[in-house]
């Protein structure tokens, strides 16, 4: 148990950091110091600062679908409960924390050729493409695989561009707009 607690720490902490300040900007050593744990400690949870990486994406991404579901899920059925994606982006971008997309921050800052953290990347936008699409299934009356893979896949696009130009612009006008035009899309 207090392994998975040291474990835990590490994670919470160097999710702080990267979110904060940036992969590239966070050193180990920053991490190790913050956690309040010996280098040693660190190396016997995790094998390099990629591994590290993983963790914080997996423990974001985890925390992000758990509560989306469960925000989207207490919505009115219907046009609400897809157009309740941009409310809590919304809620997101009101947090004093808010610094954009953790993902999209990563893969800008990573090499090309880092298939590891990509992959990963790639499998928590795909997992947000399946819960957008599960929301069209059960709220629009679409029959065709097509129709639905293509409007979740508009939905998703308007969402992570929502969540970019709203952090670059410090303004939540990208939310408002992004959810407008889903709104005309699903209608």
């Not at 040291?6 to 180990?28: H, Q």
């Not at 679908?65 to 925000?71: G, L, M, N, R, S």
């Amino acid at each position: 148990m207090k392994h998975l607690k040291v474990r835990d720490r590490i994670v919470e902490t160097a999710s702080r950091l990267f979110y904060k300040n940036g992969y590239n900007s966070t050193g180990v050593n920053e991490i190790i110091s913050e956690s309040g744990i010996a280098k040693a400690t660190l190396y016997n949870h995790f094998k390099s600062k990629e591994d590290i990486c993983i963790a914080f994406l997996c423990f974001k991404h985890a925390a992000f679908i758990k509560d989306i579901e469960a925000y989207t899920r207490d919505k009115k059925e219907g046009l609400q409960q897809i157009l309740a994606l941009f409310d809590y982006l919304q809620l997101f971008f009101r947090d004093k924390e808010f610094n954009g997309c953790w993902g999209i921050k990563t893969v800008a800052e990573i090499p090309q050729d880092n298939q590891k953290i990509r992959t990963v990347l790639q499998g928590q936008k795909r997992e947000f493409l399946e819960l957008i699409s599960a929301l069209v299934v059960k709220n629009l009356k679409i029959d065709k695989q097509e129709e639905i893979t293509t409007t979740a896949r508009r939905i998703y696009l308007l969402y992570e561009s929502a969540v970019v130009e709203s952090h670059l612009h410090q303004n939540d006008w990208p939310i408002k707009e992004a959810k407008q035009v889903c709104s005309q899309i699903i209608t």
